[in-house]
């Protein structure tokens, strides 16, 4: 872990006159976004301190003075990420998805969660990020599952427990086959490049899971056709 004093003088300075809040969340904002580009380019090992204050047009002394270290400039940039682009939670109004058919609300879940990841590259970087330091920093894991992951699944899952017409035994069940699926699609197709060797159209994919999830939950319909 990199550590280092804060330079006297701008210790001095920062006494003498300390920068306004709307200077300091700038400031940081800048070191997060450069500290972005160098974590994505080199990983977190490779990350020099040098290389992250040019990012952000900053000295080293700054960065120390707002994350302490590496490590803690790392977390905070992860912490960033999660916050500011997580998955779609409530995707319709609660009162339109009680009037529309199951197959239209998962569709829509669906669809919207894959182009999170198709459109915003963020979201892609903090996966990436997740799964390259997940042995380095366990409790970050944590904190995607916990802030994205889990939400989601509660959210599915509650969806289809509420649905009159669905009967699951387990509905956590059915939304972790759900939002595994998905998320099995955005690791294979854009972060692990394979979409050329395991081709499939998004659109296809969503189509076909809602089915597969829609006709478990109707198990009686199914067996009398």
Not at 133 to 143: I, M
Not at 166 to 178: C, E, N, T, Y
Request: proline share 7%.
């Amino acid at each position: 872990m990199e550590s280092s004093p804060v330079d006297p003088s701008e210790a001095s300075a920062r006494k003498v006159g300390r920068p306004s809040q709307g200077k300091s969340a700038e400031k940081s904002r800048a070191i997060l976004v450069g500290a972005l580009d160098v974590f994505t380019a080199d990983g977190y090992a490779a990350a020099t301190m040098d290389r992250l204050a040019a990012a952000a047009g900053v000295s080293k002394p700054t960065i120390y003075s707002y994350f302490k270290s590496k490590e803690g400039l790392f977390v905070a940039l992860i912490q960033h990420l999660v916050k500011g682009n997580r998955m779609p939670m409530e995707v319709l109004p609660e009162a339109i998805r009680l009037q529309l058919p199951p197959e239209q609300v998962l569709t829509h879940m669906g669809t919207s969660v894959l182009e999170s990841f198709a459109v915003k590259q963020p979201m892609l970087t903090l996966f990436r990020l997740m799964i390259g330091e997940s042995e380095r920093f366990p409790q970050l894991t944590k904190t995607f599952v916990r802030e994205v992951e889990k939400p989601l699944l509660e959210n599915v899952s509650a969806y289809l427990a509420a649905q009159p017409h669905l009967h699951f035994s387990d509905p956590m069940v059915a939304a972790r086959m759900f939002v595994g699926s998905i998320v099995h699609y955005i690791v294979t197709q854009y972060v692990m490049h394979g979409d050329d060797l395991l081709p499939m159209d998004r659109d296809h994919m969503v189509k076909e899971l809602v089915q597969l999830v829609v006709n478990a939950g109707r198990p009686f319909e199914n067996h009398t056709r």
